[in-house]
Each structure stands twice: as C-alpha cells, then as structure tokens.
C-alpha cells in the first residue's frame, strides 16, 4: 500500500470517529419528546423542543424568530393531536420553502381519550380563541406522551427516521433504541409493581394532563378546572363532597397552572398536595415519581 493511500486511509479512518458529522437537527413540540429522540440519537442529534418547560402548549404560537431559529429541522417529531395547530403550520412553513423534513408523528395509530370535565353545569364551552391560556373541556386530550406504552410504538419511528435523515448512524440509533426498549419495559414493571396492589385508583390533578397514564395503570383522574379556570366557590363546593365521597388522598399541581382551588381542597381535605409536571424533559424520572408519590398517597 502506498504511503498516501495509507495516510488517506487513516485520515478517513480518523475522519469517521473522531471528528463526527455535524449533530441531525431535530425539533419537537414538548419537552418530554426530547428525551426520547435524544435516548435514541445520543449525540448524533441536536433536539430543540418548540414549547419551552413551564408554557402551555393550549395557547401556544411560536413566534417567526422562533420558527426562523427552527428551520434548519430535518425531522419533526409531533404530538399529533388537532389542538396543537402550531404543529401544521411548522410543517407547512417547511414544506413552503423546500427544506425537505421528516415528520414523526406520535398519535399514529392512538385513539384519543375523551378529556377530563367536571362540574360542567350543562354546556361544554370551547374556547379555542381564549386568552388564559387554557382549552375547553369536552375535547380529546391532546397529553398522549404521559404513556409509556404510546412512547414505546412510537420510538422505533423516530429511529427509522433517524437512520433515514443519517444512514452513517444506524448502528448507534439501532442500539440505542434497543437500550431505550429495555428502560421503557423496566419503567413500566416498576411503574406496575408500584401501582397494582393500590385498593383506591383516584387522583386529583389541577390541569387534566395525566389521562394516558391513568388509563395505562387502571386509575382515575379527577379535573378542579373547568373549562381552563379555577371552579366557581359552588362548583368547588360539590367537587369537594365528590373528592371526599371517592376518599381522594393525593392533588398533583402542575406548574403553569393555577393552584389556588387545590390549596382549598388540599387544606379541607387534609390530603397531599404534590408538584408534578407533565412538561418536563426528565420524563423517565418524572412518571417514576409520579408513580411513587401515587403508592406513597394511595396504599
Ligand atoms: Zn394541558
């Protein structure tokens, strides 16, 4: 071999190892979706989440600053669900000006939950143009990522994605699907050692963002809101014979949210009020909380 071919052999050799190509540019709509594409992408991936931890996704509308910052994404993973409109016109912005991006989408294959309404004295109300932030009840529930199971058929898209954006990667996007598999089979054994035995199954939660996972694990979620808004004194009033009729021990509160009604209930009900967000891009270690603070309250 000559002493060239060598060289240019080892600097490719180098080349391939060392100095990796640039990371896939990959945006997401919640926090919660960049753990799981930087699970399977490690750092051949660059993953930027188009609602921030803390904001609502229910009054969401990205900025052009914003979208400008995220058109270099060649692969979109989406909730998926109608009431996030920002998703299609991301997509379509994309697909506007030619930049040739893969959609991931989450609710493949998902039948959407009916959302949690209480207390609604005849009407549901929808206010999709509403100012504080929030969406009316008797809508499907747009927080399909709260479920191991929906993430788990989800995942091996968003690899096959991955390996069709970045082909020099599909050893390690293989791999590490395979890895986050196992952590989603041992979050949900743990998740279901944790819960199965529990003789009470009903929660309180401020916003209604834990559907998916209720149904995952038989348990039952109770809404204080109505319609995005903390329940009138009357409507509190019942909510609280129901709470205590159902022996309710434990309200999750979301940031983001008003926790002014849970404070009431919490306080007259002398039961747990815990901090718990769905928003969050620690997922893994947020549902093994949840579970946990479930088992704490409810065993
Ligand atoms: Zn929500």
Same mark, same amino acid.
């Given at each position: 071999?000559?002493?060239l ?5 080892l ?6 190892s ?5 990371p896939?540019?990959v945006?997401?709509?919640?926090p ?7 699970? /399977? ?7 930027r989440?188009m ?9 969401f509308?990205?900025s052009?600053?914003q979208?400008?910052a995220?058109?270099?994404?060649r692969?979109?993973?989406?909730v998926?669900?109608?009431?996030y ?9 994309l697909e506007r ?6 959609v ?9 939950r009916?959302l949690?309404?209480?207390g ?5 109300h929808?206010?999709?143009d ?7 009840h008797?809508?499907s529930d747009p ?6 199971? /929906?993430?788990?058929?989800a995942?091996?898209?968003?690899a096959e994605a991955?390996e ?16 986050f598999l ?6 949900d054994?743990? /998740?279901?050692?944790r819960l ?11 916003h209604?963002?834990w ?5 995952d694990y038989?348990?039952?979620q ?7 808004k ?18 309710v ?7 983001g949210f ?7 209930i ?20 947020t549902l ?12």
């Open positions: 071999m000559s002493r071919l060598s060289m240019l052999l600097f490719a050799f180098s080349g391939a060392m100095a990796a190509s640039p896939v540019p945006t997401v709509s919640v919660p979706q960049a753990y799981f594409v930087e699970a /399977i992408g490690g750092d051949r991936v660059q993953v989440s609602v921030a931890p803390g904001q609502s996704t229910h009054s509308s990205p052009p600053r979208l400008q995220l058109e270099d994404a692969i979109y993973v989406k998926g669900h109608p009431e409109v920002f998703e299609y016109q991301f997509i379509q912005m000006r030619g930049a040739g991006v893969r991931v989408d989450m609710a493949e294959d998902v039948d959407f009916p949690e309404a209480h609604h004295d005849g009407h549901h929808h206010h999709h509403d100012h504080d932030g929030h969406h009316g008797g809508d927080h399909l990522w709260v479920s191991p199971a /929906i993430v788990r058929a995942a091996p898209r968003i991955l069709a954006a970045d082909p020099e990667g599909a050893p390690v996007y293989r791999e590490r699907l395979n890895a196992l952590e989603l089979d041992a979050l054994a743990e /998740i279901r050692q199965n035995g529990l003789d009470r199954r009903v929660f309180l939660v401020n209604p963002a559907g998916y996972f209720a149904d038989g348990l039952q109770m809404a204080i809101e109505v319609d995005g903390d329940p009138s004194p009357a409507q509190l009033a019942r909510f609280i014979d129901r709470a205590r009729a159902e022996s021990r434990v309200v999750f509160v979301q940031p008003s926790r002014r009604s849970a404070e009431v919490a306080r007259e009900l002398d039961i747990r009020l815990v901090e718990m967000d769905p928003m969050s891009k620690d997922w893994g270690a093994r909380a949840l579970s946990q603070a479930l088992e704490d309250a409810l065993s």
